[in-house]
C-alpha cells in the first residue's frame, strides 16, 4: 500500500472542495503539469493517483483519452461524481501491479503522488510497462530542498542525502488533515528513474500562474522566488517486462 494516501478517505470531499481553488492546486501545480503535457489532443493518458479528478478532466477538455485510478476509495467516488459514470476510474495501489494492459498508454502523469512512497522501483518498473516506447512519464513530487529547508527552520537538522519519514498536518476548510510522506534526495529520485528505464528530458521548477498575485497575495511571492514541487519529463526507453497477461 502506498504509505500515507489511505488518509484520504477520511477527508476525500473536504480536500476536492481545496484542491479547486488552493494556491498550490490550482495556480502552480495543475498549471505547470498541463504546460508540461502541452498539446495532448487524440493521447492516451493515465492519471496516476488522480484523486478527485481536477487532472483528468483538464485533459479530457483538451481531447485526451483518459485513464485514472487512486488508492483511496473515497477519493475515486469524488472523481466518478465530477466525471460521470462512463470515465474509466479505478481503485487501484501506485505500489501493487497496475490493472492496465502493456504499452496502453501514450503518457503518465504523476501529479504530487510519488513522495507518498517508501520504495519507487516496483512503481516506476509498473510505469514504464503500461507505457509505450517513447510514451512519457510526467511527475511532480515535494522538492526535496523545500522540504529539508523547513525542517531545518522547524527545529532538528536532517540530513539531505539521508532517506526519511515524516507526517505532516494541514488544515483543509478548517479542518485538520494528517498525511505521511517520503524523502529523498535528487540524485536518489533521478537513479532510480534511469534505473527504471527512463530518459530524463526534462527537470523542471515552475513559478505560480501570474493570476495567483491577485488571489494569493500575501503568499504569492513567497512561493514565486522559491520553489515548492519539482517536476519531471521522463521518456520511456524500450520495454525490459511484460506482464504474464500480455503474453496470454
Not at 122 to 138: D, K, N, Q, W
Request: aromatic residues 10%; charged residues 25%.
Amino acid at each position: 500500500m502506498a504509505q500515507g494516501t489511505s488518509g484520504y478517505d477520511g477527508f476525500a470531499g473536504t480536500y476536492a472542495v481545496e484542491n479547486e481553488t488552493s494556491l498550490m492546486n490550482a495556480y502552480y501545480e495543475r498549471p505547470a503539469a498541463l504546460a508540461l503535457a502541452g498539446d495532448v489532443a487524440g493521447r492516451r493518458i493515465l492519471d496516476a493517483g488522480c484523486g478527485s479528478g481536477p487532472l483528468f478532466v483538464a485533459l479530457r477538455d483538451r481531447g485526451a483519452v483518459v485513464s485514472g485510478f487512486d488508492q483511496s476509495a473515497g477519493m475515486v467516488e469524488q472523481a466518478r461524481q465530477r466525471l460521470g459514470g462512463d470515465a474509466d476510474l479505478r481503485v487501484a495501489d501506485l505500489a501493487d501491479p497496475l490493472p492496465f494492459p502493456d504499452a496502453a498508454f501514450d503518457d503518465v502523469m504523476a501529479s504530487l503522488v510519488l513522495h507518498y512512497l517508501e520504495d519507487w522501483k516496483p512503481t516506476l518498473a509498473e510505469l514504464h510497462r503500461v507505457l509505450r516506447t517513447g510514451g512519457r512519464l510526467i511527475a511532480s513530487v515535494n522538492h526535496p530542498m523545500m522540504v529539508n529547508l523547513t525542517h531545518r527552520a522547524e527545529g532538528p537538522r536532517p540530513d539531505y542525502f539521508e532517506r526519511y519519514t515524516w507526517t505532516d498536518e494541514f488544515v483543509l476548510q478548517g479542518r485538520p488533515c494528517r498525511m505521511t510522506f517520503w524523502n529523498k534526495p535528487l540524485h536518489a529520485m533521478t537513479d532510480a528513474f534511469t534505473e527504471a528505464g527512463f530518459r530524463i528530458s526534462v527537470i523542471h521548477e515552475p513559478h505560480p500562474t501570474p493570476e495567483a498575485r491577485e488571489v494569493y497575495p500575501d503568499d504569492f511571492p513567497i512561493l514565486d522566488t522559491f520553489p515548492t514541487f519539482l517536476f519531471f519529463v521522463l521518456e520511456a526507453g524500450q520495454s525490459r517486462r511484460r506482464s504474464p497477461s500480455s503474453r496470454m
